[in-house]
């Protein structure tokens, strides 16, 4: 056999082997895509919306699988990489028969986007949430509901008239310190158990969230009392309002007062003292009060935690106004004036301008003043007399101590006025408890790795809808977590973590992780072997259910 002849055989050989078997990285995504036919949302989601099937491969459902799966993925690719993120998996177990990498495009998603906000983004995610929660019987006793904003490149329609039901995306109040972007407002009603979003709306860039809050409770609160049994909702003092108040006044609330509110300022005052006998040791104390014609309790809560960090940014800031006003009374001491009366007139002024300090042992002193230059001999007379003032400055204790209590102690408030229905430590845990549940979600939806850490589509219309996508995504990863947490507990198994301990409770993070490196392996379209399944993902799988067994088993076609 000649050399030309040998390398055409090896060539042909390598060719066959290739096409004979070819690998795909199923991993984690598996878990996502059962978890997302578990809960029926792709016939769902067709049935809601109405589509032309003559002419589309994917349906909406299918794509918006397709896009939570890579958003969940966590590779950190954008919507207009999508082929390039599935070339590599096995898409057909994932999204559906007869799908292929090549189908799943930008055009693909651009055209979803766009039906689902045409749809309406809310109502929408509102529906897939309702369907949820009945489907996994989770009651939903309480919710937290909170803001948060993503920053956008480009311009978008900030110098355009605001369009109905269209986000304005604008400048505002960056919560990513990005003030010289355009932003793009989030608001989530997540409830307590898993942490699971009920509703979501995409808010103007610079919303206010006092004003936000109130219409989600206009247009939520009562529904999700009906059709999910609600029995309260939690919320950050910007829920705090006297009209706010009044429209939930039909339902059970919890809210943090400002600590602007003069009678917050004035109550932290009076109670303060004596629940910082013990620094070291949690404290508290209930008062009625009745604000904005609605009778209250409020919860003054004092916290170590709270004052340790009270301490580092009260002394920062007292060191920083004591150094401002010191500056500022040296300059003052520096001017010059006609008489005594001016000069001790003007101190008076000063002194209540200031805020961390205090002036003390100060007079007016008489100077002579020459009109030549240079030093004055020694008999000459001065032309006139100007008066400075001279003295001291020092820090004020109290106005330290003040702000050390006002940051340690925090106002709790709510209109459950029956304490043996809801009692101060129960009212804490359930603020404190609901506010970490939206405020991690929010750290989800804004990890680097997630599908829109920064937002590129080029219409408003179709960021609003990816924000849902967003939205769903975190649903499908709360949901999953609090299904394997269950599983796990209900059945007295255990997982490992990275340690390798056995706990019952892993984040979902954790467990996708773990089933890193798992491959779909075809041989010559014929069969089908799923490579590198450990046991303890097996316990996982068969704990979860058929539907996610199936998926990572080679027998399904």
Same mark, same amino acid.
């Given at each position: 056999?000649?050399?030309s002849?040998?390398?055409?055989?090896?060539?042909?050989?390598?060719?066959? $082997?290739?096409n004979?078997? =070819?690998?795909?990285?199923? !991993? #984690?995504?598996g878990?996502?895509?059962?978890?997302?036919?578990? +809960?029926?949302?792709?016939?769902?989601?067709?049935d809601?919306?109405p589509?032309?099937?003559?002419?589309?491969?994917?349906?909406?459902?299918?794509?918006?699988?397709a896009?939570?799966?890579?958003g969940?993925?966590?590779?950190?690719?954008?919507?207009?990489?999508?082929?390039?993120?599935f070339?590599?998996?096995?898409?057909?177990?994932?999204?559906?028969?007869?799908?292929?990498?090549?189908?799943l495009?930008?055009?693909?998603?651009?055209?979803?986007?766009?039906?689902?906000h045409?749809?309406?983004?809310?109502?929408?995610?509102?529906?897939l949430s309702?369907?949820?929660v009945?489907?996994?019987e989770l009651?939903?006793?309480?919710?937290?509901?909170?803001?948060?904003?993503?920053?956008?490149?480009?311009?978008?329609?900030?110098?355009?008239?605001?369009?109905?039901? $269209?986000v304005?995306?604008? =400048?505002?109040?960056?919560? !990513? #310190?990005?003030?010289?972007?355009?932003?793009?407002?989030?608001? +989530?009603?997540?409830?307590?158990?898993?942490?699971?979003?009920?509703?979501?709306?995409?808010?103007?860039?610079?919303?206010?969230?006092?004003?936000?809050?109130?219409?989600?409770?206009?247009?939520?609160?009562?529904r999700?009392?009906t059709?999910?049994?609600?029995?309260?909702?939690?919320?950050?003092?910007?829920l705090?309002?006297?009209?706010?108040?009044?429209?939930?006044?039909?339902?059970?609330?919890?809210?943090r007062?400002?600590?602007?509110?003069?009678?917050?300022?004035?109550?932290?005052?009076?109670?303060s003292?004596?629940?910082?006998?013990?620094?070291?040791?949690e404290?508290?104390?209930?008062?009625?009060?009745?604000y904005?014609?609605?009778?209250?309790?409020?919860?003054?809560?004092y916290?170590?935690?709270?004052?340790?960090?009270?301490?580092?940014?009260?002394?920062?800031q007292?060191?920083?106004?004591?150094?401002?006003?010191l500056?500022?009374?040296?300059?003052?001491?520096?001017?010059?004036?006609?008489?005594e009366?001016?000069?001790?007139?003007?101190?008076?002024?000063q002194?209540?301008?200031?805020?961390?300090?205090?002036?003390?042992?100060?007079s007016?002193?008489?100077?002579?003043?020459?009109?030549?230059?240079?030093?004055?001999?020694?008999d000459?007379?001065?032309?006139y007399?100007v008066?400075?003032?001279q003295?001291?400055?020092?820090?004020?204790?109290?106005?330290?101590?003040?702000?050390?209590?006002r940051?340690?102690?925090?106002?709790?408030?709510t209109?459950?006025?029956?304490?043996?229905?809801?009692n101060?430590?129960?009212?804490?845990?359930?603020?404190?408890?609901?506010?970490?549940?939206?405020?991690?979600?929010?750290r989800?939806?804004?990890?680097?790795?997630?599908?829109?850490?920064t937002?590129?589509?080029?219409?408003?219309?179709?960021?609003?809808?990816?924000?849902?996508?967003?939205?769903?995504?975190?649903?499908?990863?709360?949901?999953?977590e609090?299904?394997?947490?269950?599983?796990?507990?209900?059945?007295?198994?255990?997982?490992p973590?990275?340690?390798?301990?056995?706990?019952?409770?892993?984040?979902?993070?954790?467990?996708?992780?773990?089933?890193?490196?798992i491959?779909?392996?075809?041989?010559?379209?014929?069969?089908?072997?799923?490579?590198?399944?450990?046991?303890?993902?097996?316990?996982?799988?068969?704990?979860?259910?058929?539907g996610?067994?199936?998926?990572?088993?080679?027998?399904?076609?």
């Amino acid at each position: 056999m000649t050399p030309s002849n040998l390398v055409e055989k090896t060539l042909s050989t390598s060719d066959n $082997v290739e096409n004979a078997y =070819q690998v795909k990285n199923l !991993d #984690h995504l598996g878990l996502i895509a059962a978890q997302f036919d578990a +809960l029926g949302l792709v016939e769902l989601i067709n049935d809601m919306v109405p589509q032309c099937e003559e002419k589309r491969i994917v349906s909406l459902g299918q794509a918006v699988k397709a896009m939570v799966i890579n958003g969940l993925g966590f590779a950190n690719h954008t919507l207009y990489l999508m082929p390039e993120f599935f070339a590599d998996k096995p898409v057909e177990r994932l999204i559906g028969n007869g799908i292929t990498a090549e189908d799943l495009n930008q055009n693909l998603f651009g055209r979803s986007l766009d039906l689902i906000h045409k749809f309406d983004v809310t109502k929408f995610f509102t529906r897939l949430s309702t369907h949820t929660v009945k489907q996994l019987e989770l009651p939903c006793s309480g919710t937290h509901i909170d803001t948060t904003s993503f920053h956008v490149d480009g311009k978008y329609n900030s110098d355009q008239e605001s369009k109905e039901g $269209v986000v304005k995306i604008t =400048q505002g109040y960056s919560r !990513d #310190h990005r003030p010289d972007l355009n932003q793009v407002g989030l608001q +989530l009603i997540v409830e307590n158990q898993a942490g699971i979003p009920l509703v979501m709306q995409a808010l103007d860039g610079n919303s206010s969230d006092k004003n936000s809050f109130t219409e989600a409770v206009n247009a939520h609160v009562g529904r999700l009392q009906t059709d999910l049994g609600v029995e309260y909702i939690v919320g950050d003092s910007a829920l705090y309002t006297a009209k706010s108040l009044k429209e939930m006044d039909d339902n059970f609330w919890i809210t943090r007062v400002p600590e602007t509110l003069s009678d917050a300022q004035t109550i932290i005052e009076e109670i303060s003292p004596q629940l910082m006998t013990d620094i070291n040791q949690e404290a508290h104390s209930t008062v009625c009060i009745n604000y904005a014609d609605v009778q209250q309790r409020w919860v003054v809560n004092y916290s170590p935690q709270a004052y340790q960090r009270a301490l580092i940014s009260v002394n920062k800031q007292c060191l920083k106004m004591s150094s401002q006003e010191l500056k500022q009374f040296k300059q003052f001491c520096q001017k010059e004036f006609a008489c005594e009366k001016d000069a001790l007139k003007a101190l008076k002024e000063q002194e209540k301008k200031l805020k961390a300090t205090q002036i003390h042992d100060c007079s007016a002193i008489k100077r002579p003043k020459f009109k030549k230059k240079g030093r004055p001999a020694k008999d000459a007379q001065p032309e006139y007399y100007v008066w400075k003032l001279q003295g001291g400055i020092s820090s004020v204790i109290e106005t330290r101590a003040i702000k050390l209590r006002r940051k340690s102690c925090f106002i709790l408030a709510t209109n459950q006025l029956d304490d043996s229905e809801l009692n101060e430590e129960e009212l804490i845990r359930r603020y404190k408890q609901d506010q970490q549940k939206v405020e991690r979600g929010f750290r989800f939806l804004k990890d680097p790795q997630f599908l829109a850490a920064t937002l590129y589509l080029n219409k408003p219309e179709r960021i609003m809808a990816l924000l849902m996508i967003m939205t769903i995504s975190l649903l499908i990863y709360s949901t999953l977590e609090y299904r394997i947490r269950t599983a796990l507990k209900e059945q007295d198994a255990t997982f490992p973590n990275q340690l390798g301990q056995p706990i019952n409770n892993p984040t979902a993070r954790w467990v996708f992780q773990y089933f890193s490196g798992i491959h779909e392996l075809n041989i010559s379209q014929k069969q089908i072997v799923i490579l590198n399944l450990k046991a303890q993902q097996l316990v996982i799988l068969k704990l979860l259910g058929k539907g996610f067994q199936e998926i990572y088993s080679g027998n399904r076609q």
